[in-house]
């Protein structure tokens, strides 16, 4: 996995990022998850945790 910084926008000197987790589609498949699904996160224990909503 990857995590990436993508410009969202930029207003006047001030730009706004946004970041994007990169999920290999393999791991994607397995999770039976769809494009475009809402997805919940919360930290537990300084970790990530992704699940379906």
């Keep these: 996995m ?6 969202s ?3 006047g000197d001030i730009e706004y ?10 791991i ?3 999770l ?3 494009e475009g699904q809402k997805l919940g996160a919360e930290i537990k224990e300084n970790k990530l945790i992704v ?3």
């Design 32 to 34: 039976k998850w769809k």
């Design 28 to 30: 994607v498949e397995e």
């Design 9 to 11: 926008r930029k207003v």
């Design 2 to 7: 990857k995590l990436q910084k993508q410009l």
């Design 17 to 26: 990022a946004k970041w994007v987790l990169v999920i290999p589609p393999n």
């Design 51 to 53: 699940k379906k909503n």
